[in-house]
C-alpha cells in the first residue's frame, strides 16, 4: 500500500509540474526514493515517518494542473499547500478521498471551475483558502463541516448566494470581488463589509445596502466588531459611572443590615488578607473622596475595587482601570470581556457580569476563600468588584490565547499532537481534582468549564480560568437537565454536597470529547455529546477519533480509554459519574503508559 501512495505522489508531481528536467535533483518525488525517510521537497511525514502528513509546496513556479484523484491516494494527507504557484485546471470531486484534510491552501494560482460538491464533505477541514483564483459558479453548502475556521476566497469569480457558513465559529472569511449575489446570511457581528466588498449583487449587513424586497435581518448584534472595540471603552466608563451614581445615592439610605454585613465580611478579610490590602484607604482629591466618605460612614473598609493579593497590580486603583484604554474582546449572554492596558504595561482582562444575583457578602467569601486556595494551573482573581447591578472580576490576560483557539486551528496550522492533549488533560484534571478537595467544604465549583476557559500561560501550560463564577443561568440546557436531576441525598455534610461537583465532572468531560473529536461542541445545533453516543464502538476509530490524531499514529487503544473516562464523565445520571480524584488517576494511567511506549520505542 505504501508503495501505491508513493507511485500515486510521483505522479501528482509529474503533473504538477510537467518539465521534470527542470526539477532540482534534491527533490525526490521519484520512484527510486521514499516520501518519508528519503525527506521528499516539501513532504513531512508523522512521527514514525510511516505516512505523509504534510504536502507543502509553495511559491515554486509549479505550473502544471492538480491531481486531487493521484494525492488524495494519502489518505493520512493533513495539510496540502500550493499558494502562489502558476497551477492551472480545477479541483476534481475526488478531492473528497483526502479524508484527513485539515488544511487546504491554494492561493494564487491559475485554478478555475466549480468548485466540487465534495468538499463539503471533508469534514476535517479546519481552514481553506482558495483566494486569488479563477473559480467561477456557484459555492458548495460548507456549513455541514462544524469545525471550520477560515474560510477565504476572495479575487474569484464566484456566484449565487452565500452559504449559511457557521459564522460564530469561523475566524476568518472573506468572499470580497466576486459575483456574489441576495441577502448576506446573518454573521452574528463577526465579520465587517470588508469581507463581502466588490459583489455588486450583494445586500443586507454588514454591508450597506439595504436588501431590496425581504430585508434582511436587522438585529442590533449583528454590527461591525470594529464598532464594539471603541464602544468598549465607553462602556465601561458608562458602568463606572452608573456605579458611582448608585454609591452616592446608597449613602444616603441607611443600610444597617447590609453594612453589618459588610462589616463582618470584611473583618475576616482583613485578617486573612493582611499583605495584600484591600484598596480602601483612598485619601486623595476629587470624586475617590466621596468613596472614603461612604467608607468611613460605613465604619469599614468597604471600597468598590478590592484588590487581592497580585504583586502584578499591588496598587490597583478604580481609575487606573477606569482611564485605561479598553477593549472589548468577547460578548456573552451574560456579559462582556474587555482587555484593559494600564500606563504600566501589564495588561488585565474585567469580565463584566451581569444579572448575577449573588449576594454582595456571598461573593465577598466566595473571592476570599478563592483566593486562599492557589493552584499553578488555576488563574488567581486579581481584583474584583461588586454592586447590586455590576460585578466586575479581574484577570491577567493571557496572550497565548485559550485551549478552544488551540484545538480549533492554531494561526501557522501547526498540529495539536496526541502527547501534548494528553498532558493538558491530565494537568486540567490535577488542578480541577486540587480546587474540589479544598472547596469541598465550600461547595464552590467552577461551574462554566468549557475550552474557552482553559487559557495558556506563556509556558503554554494550561490555567483554569473564572473557577468560581458559576451563574445559574449561564449554564446550558443540558447542564441544567444535569443540575436538576442530581439528588441531594443529605449524605454529607455542610453545603459541599458531592453531586454539585458533578457539574464540573459534566464539563470536563465534554473538553476530553473535544480533544479526542477535534470537533468543537457549539456549532449550529451540532451536539457533541449525542453525536459521539450515537456512534457505536466498532466505528469510533474511523469516525469518532480527530483525523489529525490518527494520522499522527497516536495510539488507538489509549485515545479508546480516554474516550470511555469522558462517557463515563458526561453519563446522564450525576451520581453515576466519577469523581475527579478518579478521573485524575485513570489519565494518569494512560499517560504514564503513553510515556513508557513512548521510550520503549527509541
Ligand atoms: N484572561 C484572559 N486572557 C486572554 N483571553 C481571555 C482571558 N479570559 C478569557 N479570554 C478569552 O476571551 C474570550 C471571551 O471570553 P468570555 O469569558 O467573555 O467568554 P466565554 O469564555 O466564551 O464565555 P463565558 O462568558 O461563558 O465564560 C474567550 O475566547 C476567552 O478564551
Not at 464566484?158 to 448576506?184: C, H, K, M, R, Y
Not at 468549557?450 to 447542564?479: F, H, R
Not at 443540575?483 to 473538553?511: C, L, M, R, W
Request: glycine share 8%; proline share 3%.
Amino acid at each position: 500500500e505504501k508503495e501505491e501512495v508513493k507511485q500515486a505522489l510521483v505522479e501528482f508531481m509529474g503533473k504538477l509540474y510537467p518539465g521534470n528536467v527542470l526539477r532540482d535533483a534534491n527533490w525526490g518525488w521519484n520512484s527510486t526514493s521514499d516520501p518519508c525517510t528519503d525527506k521528499w521537497q516539501g513532504v513531512t511525514c508523522d512521527g514514525g515517518l510511516q505516512s505523509v502528513k504534510k504536502i507543502v509546496l509553495d511559491q515554486l513556479n509549479l505550473t502544471g494542473v492538480l491531481d486531487a484523484s493521484s494525492v488524495c491516494e494519502a489518505r493520512s494527507l493533513a495539510v496540502l499547500s500550493l499558494n502562489n504557484n502558476k497551477v492551472a485546471g480545477n479541483i476534481a470531486e475526488q478531492i473528497s478521498n483526502c479524508i484527513s484534510l485539515t488544511h487546504l491552501y491554494l492561493s494564487g494560482n491559475r485554478l478555475s471551475g466549480k468548485l466540487p460538491g465534495s468538499l463539503s464533505g471533508l469534514n476535517n477541514l479546519k481552514r481553506i483558502d482558495i483566494s486569488n483564483n479563477q473559480f467561477y459558479d456557484e459555492l458548495a453548502d460548507m456549513s455541514k463541516i462544524s469545525g471550520l475556521l477560515t474560510f477565504l476566497a476572495q479575487n474569484n469569480e464566484l456566484n449565487g448566494t452565500i452559504p449559511n457558513f457557521d459564522f460564530s465559529n469561523l475566524v476568518e472569511f472573506n468572499v470580497s470581488n466576486n459575483n456574489f449575489s441576495g441577502p448576506i446570511p446573518d454573521v452574528k457581528g463577526h465579520f465587517n463589509s470588508s469581507s463581502f466588498l466588490g459583489n455588486p449583487g450583494l445586500c443586507g449587513k454588514p454591508l450597506s445596502t439595504v436588501c431590496p424586497s425581504a430585508p434582511p435581518d436587522k438585529k442590533k448584534g449583528s454590527s461591525n466588531y470594529k464598532y464594539f472595540m471603541y464602544s468598549g471603552y465607553a462602556i465601561l466608563v458608562l458602568i463606572f459611572v452608573l456605579f458611582f451614581a448608585y454609591k452616592v445615592s446608597k449613602r444616603n439610605k441607611p443600610n444597617d443590615e447590609r453594612t453589618n454585613a459588610v462589616k463582618k465580611g470584611v473583618k475576616s478579610d482583613n485578617s486573612s488578607n493582611k499583605n495584600s490590602g484591600i484598596s480602601s484607604d483612598l485619601k486623595t482629591e476629587g470624586y475617590r473622596s466621596e468613596y472614603s466618605i461612604t467608607s468611613a460612614e460605613g465604619g469599614t473598609a468597604s471600597s468598590p475595587l478590592i484588590v487581592l493579593s497580585s504583586p502584578l497590580v499591588n496598587e490597583l486603583k478604580f481609575e487606573d482601570l477606569l482611564r485605561s484604554p479598553a477593549e472589548i474582546v468577547g460578548r456573552g449572554k451574560h456579559g462582556s470581556l474587555y482587555k484593559v492596558m494600564l500606563d504600566s504595561g501589564v495588561t488585565l482582562v474585567v469580565k463584566r457580569i451581569k444579572d448575577w444575583t449573588i449576594p454582595r457578602d456571598e461573593l465577598e467569601t466566595r473571592m476570599q476563600r478563592l483566593n486562599q486556595v492557589k493552584h499553578p494551573n488555576v488563574m488567581p482573581v486579581v481584583a474584583y468588584y461588586c454592586s447590586k447591578q455590576e460585578k466586575l472580576l479581574v484577570y491577567e490576560y493571557q496572550e497565548n490565547g485559550s485551549l478552544f483557539r488551540l484545538l480549533h486551528g492554531s494561526q501557522n496550522g501547526q498540529l495539536f499532537d496526541w502527547g501534548s492533549r494528553l498532558s493538558i488533560a491530565a494537568s486540567i484534571a490535577e488542578a480541577l481534582s486540587f480546587m474540589h478537595k479544598e472547596l469541598c467544604d465550600d461547595g464552590i465549583v467552577h461551574g462554566n468549564l468549557k475550552t474557552s476557559n482553559i487559557l495558556l500561560k506563556k509556558d503554554m501550560d494550561v490555567c483554569i480560568s473564572e473557577y468560581g463564577l458559576k451563574v445559574v443561568e449561564n449554564q446550558d440546557q443540558s447542564l441544567l437537565a444535569q443540575a436538576s436531576s442530581i439528588e441531594n441525598n443529605d449524605t454529607t455534610s455542610g453545603h459541599g454536597d458531592d453531586s454539585t461537583f458533578k457539574v464540573d465532572i459534566y464539563g470536563f468531560g465534554i473538553i476530553l470529547l473535544e480533544l479526542l473529536t477535534g470537533k468543537s461542541v457549539q456549532s449550529n445545533g451540532f451536539d457533541l455529546a449525542q453525536w459521539v453516543q450515537s456512534v457505536v464502538r466498532e466505528e469510533w476509530t474511523v469516525e469518532v477519533f480527530d483525523r489529525a490524531l490518527i494520522s499522527e499514529g497516536a495510539s488507538e487503544e489509549r485515545m479508546v480509554n480516554l474516550l470511555l473516562v469522558a462517557l463515563n464523565c458526561i453519563n446522564r445520571s450525576p451520581d453515576a459519574r466519577p469523581t475527579i480524584d478518579q478521573v485524575a488517576v485513570m489519565i494518569n494511567s494512560i499517560k504514564e503508559e503513553e510515556e513508557r511506549s513512548i521510550s520503549s520505542d527509541q
